[in-house]
């Protein structure tokens, strides 16, 4: 019964949880039975994502990540594919008591989640990062969305997008041994210090323009402290990058997203709502 939780990645999903939380409550001041739900649906498609992720990866986890239910044997794949389609179905079917934006939103994420573990990520290059940053990122859009402000939450979304696609080019790197027979991705196709350096430009371009959102007037000043940690959390992982240890880079920059998202929850308590 464990596999089922583990194979969801339930911290993941939390977090794109709170991202919606944080989303809505930046864009209207205001919490109500609306934006709870939404979390609900960010945490089950969110999961369900994850989820056929590992079905379509089987064979490359093998190798990248034996530790996995689907590799291990702690769940079998057929078992997985279910649980997955059952996951989307209810996160699209509760968003339809949110509105038709947020219907629409989960239908369109929840279809490009398995465009992207079935098709696009075996497509490979810097689309198949692009994809995987845009719905980390769109939980930030889809809180706006189930406030009724979604133009509020763009900046927030653009940030993650740019801090997770250079990770997902580190990820890339780091398993490169395990990608090679499997998919074409960026480090494959133009090397590992050509993509490095697409890595550390995006992550150095999310650092330059973090203070946006305060500048904006829609964080209040504690974003920045909290904001300047996370940026030297960034800075650091691509020292660590320039070393040659991408996995462990990979690590300081998850770490320093979720830094990150402290501070977006810092800066959304002394700030005022935005105006409508």
């Known amino acids: 019964m464990w596999a ?3 194979i969801l990645r339930p911290v993941n999903c939390a977090m794109a949880a709170f991202a919606v939380f944080l989303g809505a409550g930046i864009a209207s001041g205001s919490f109500g039975t609306g934006v709870l739900l939404a979390c609900l ?3 089950l498609v969110c999961g369900a994502g994850n989820v056929i992720n590992d079905y379509y990866d089987y064979d490359i986890d093998r190798i990248n990540a034996p530790h996995r239910p689907l590799p291990r044997g702690a769940l079998s794949r057929a078992a997985a594919r279910s649980y997955a389609l059952l996951l989307f179905f209810a996160g699209v079917a509760l968003s339809a008591a949110i509105s038709l934006p947020a219907f629409l939103l989960a239908a369109v994420n929840s279809a490009l989640l398995y465009a992207y573990a079935s098709r696009i990520k075996r497509a490979g290059g810097l689309s198949k990062n692009l994809t995987v940053s845009y719905l980390v990122a769109s939980p930030f859009l889809y809180g706006g969305v189930a406030a009724g402000k979604p133009g509020a939450t763009l900046i927030l979304a653009a940030l993650a997008a740019l801090a997770n696609t250079s990770r997902e080019i580190v990820k890339d790197i780091a398993d490169l041994r395990g990608d090679r027979d499997s998919c074409s991705t960026l480090p494959l196709r133009i090397g590992v210090r050509r993509s490095s350096a697409v ?9 330059l323009l973090s203070p946006l959102p305060y500048l904006t007037g829609l964080l209040g000043s504690a974003y920045l402290p909290v904001v300047a940690v ?3 959390v960034f800075l650091y992982s691509l020292v660590v990058l320039w070393r040659g240890d991408a996995p462990r880079s990979a690590r300081y920059i998850k770490l320093g997203m979720f830094i990150a998202l402290l501070s977006f929850l ?3 308590t002394a700030a005022a709502p935005p105006a409508p």
């Open 4 to 6: 089922y939780v583990e």
């Open 41 to 43: 649906v960010a945490f």
């Open 199 to 207: 890595a550390a430009a995006l992550l150095l371009a999310g650092v």
């Open 230 to 232: 996370a940026d030297a």
């Open 266 to 268: 810092a800066g959304a």
